[in-house]
């Protein structure tokens, strides 16, 4: 028998195996993995799409909480782990796989070499908020006090879209304000209700109830184009900054050299969920945008997000940790 031969009856065997594990798959639980505390708006987007993906692949997805170095620690343990379909990241791929490359000196895992990409869900944007007390209406109205406090002015930031977006803003407006992190903008609220901080640009899935509740002021989203529903202006129109367009995309992945008949059968089940009226329900109430995509068009984003965070990132000053 030849070496020749012997290399095709392996990858033949290799093939069936596959096969075989995609027919039965999954056999027990999944870990769905998120670099964000329980509770927080990411965490909320983990658990609706975990919830539909058990009632599709018959067993319990149970969702894992990472949270640190804004959700690249969840990231980093999803590239770590088996490739074997059993644990997935469900995360803002434009956080975690594209801003952090130029947030941080040094990411512990290759954004596109480390993975598997799977799916693409939604689209978020964010707010950017003030307390219900603060005298000002409008972004014009910010804009000329923060000018007045100069260095005393503060904002809060808990994700890299929230970062740029606060960075971006002050870069174009000649702010001075000192940006403080928090593990998620939630951490931060005690702050902004005492008014510790000043502003804060807050994701639509948690800053919707918020205000909703009345204990924050939005005065504009983040987002290139108005949102539907919401009646706020965006960055670009309210504090006159043309290229404003700052929203987070969500996806999921496995890690690299997961076997391709369970990512397409992962694939399919997504795909699902983004056509159920639950979901777009589940979106419209936290005025999420519809933004389904196969893994390819996944594969084909990430580098396309990158790239465009490079020059976000130039724009906004943003000095990698």
């Known amino acids: 028998?030849?070496?020749?031969?012997?290399?095709?009856?392996?990858?033949?065997?290799?093939?069936?195996?596959?096969?075989?594990?995609a027919q039965t798959y999954p056999t027990r639980e999944i870990r769905m993995v998120v670099g964000l505390p329980a509770g927080s708006g990411g965490d909320i987007v983990a658990r609706y799409y975990a919830d539909?993906?058990?009632?599709?692949?018959?067993?319990?997805?149970?969702?894992?909480?990472?949270?640190?170095?804004?959700?690249?620690?969840?990231?980093?343990?999803?590239?770590?782990?088996?490739?074997?379909?059993?644990?997935?990241?469900?995360?803002?791929?434009?956080?975690?796989?594209?801003?952090?490359?130029?947030?941080?000196?040094?990411?512990?895992?290759?954004?596109?070499?480390?993975?598997?990409?799977?799916?693409m869900l939604q689209k978020s944007y964010f707010m950017l908020m003030v307390r219900s007390?603060?005298?000002?209406?409008?972004?014009?109205?910010?804009?000329?006090?923060?000018?007045?406090?100069?260095?005393?002015?503060?904002?809060?930031?808990?994700?890299?879209?929230?970062?740029?977006?606060?960075?971006?803003?002050?870069?174009?407006?000649?702010?001075?304000?000192?940006?403080?992190?928090y593990k998620t903008s939630m951490a931060s609220l005690p702050e902004m209700f005492s008014g510790e901080l000043d502003f804060q640009f807050i994701d639509s899935t948690a800053g919707?109830?918020?205000?909703?509740?009345?204990?924050?002021r939005a005065l504009?989203?983040?987002?290139?184009?108005?949102?539907?529903?919401?009646?706020?202006?965006?960055?670009?129109?309210?504090?006159?900054i043309p290229e404003f367009d700052i929203a987070p995309v969500w996806g999921v992945l496995l890690p690299a050299g997961a076997?391709?008949?369970?990512?397409?059968?992962?694939?399919s089940w997504f795909a699902e969920i983004s056509r159920m009226d639950a979901t777009r329900q589940y979106q419209a109430n936290t005025h999420a945008a519809p933004f389904a995509g196969n893994a390819k068009a996944l594969a084909d984003f990430i580098p396309k997000e990158i790239k465009k965070w490079e020059e976000l990132a130039r724009l906004a000053k943003i000095e990698p940790q």
């Open 1 to 21: 028998m030849t070496i020749k031969t012997v290399a095709w009856i392996a990858a033949a065997l290799v093939g069936t195996c596959l096969s075989a594990a």
């Open 52 to 119: 539909k993906l058990s009632g599709l692949a018959g067993k319990p997805v149970i969702v894992e909480n990472r949270p640190g170095m804004i959700l690249s620690i969840g990231a980093d343990a999803v590239a770590k782990a088996p490739p074997d379909g059993y644990t997935v990241l469900i995360t803002s791929v434009t956080s975690s796989h594209a801003a952090n490359v130029f947030n941080f000196k040094k990411l512990p895992y290759d954004p596109i070499k480390d993975f598997t990409p799977v799916a």
């Open 133 to 181: 007390e603060a005298p000002w209406k409008t972004v014009a109205e910010l804009t000329e006090a923060m000018k007045a406090k100069a260095e005393k002015a503060t904002y809060g930031y808990g994700a890299p879209p929230a970062l740029a977006s606060a960075e971006l803003y002050k870069a174009r407006k000649g702010l001075k304000a000192v940006g403080i992190p």
């Open 208 to 216: 919707t109830p918020l205000r909703q509740s009345g204990k924050v």
């Open 220 to 240: 504009a989203v983040s987002s290139g184009q108005r949102v539907p529903g919401v009646d706020l202006p965006t960055m670009a129109e309210a504090a006159d």
């Open 259 to 267: 076997p391709a008949p369970i990512v397409a059968k992962l694939e």
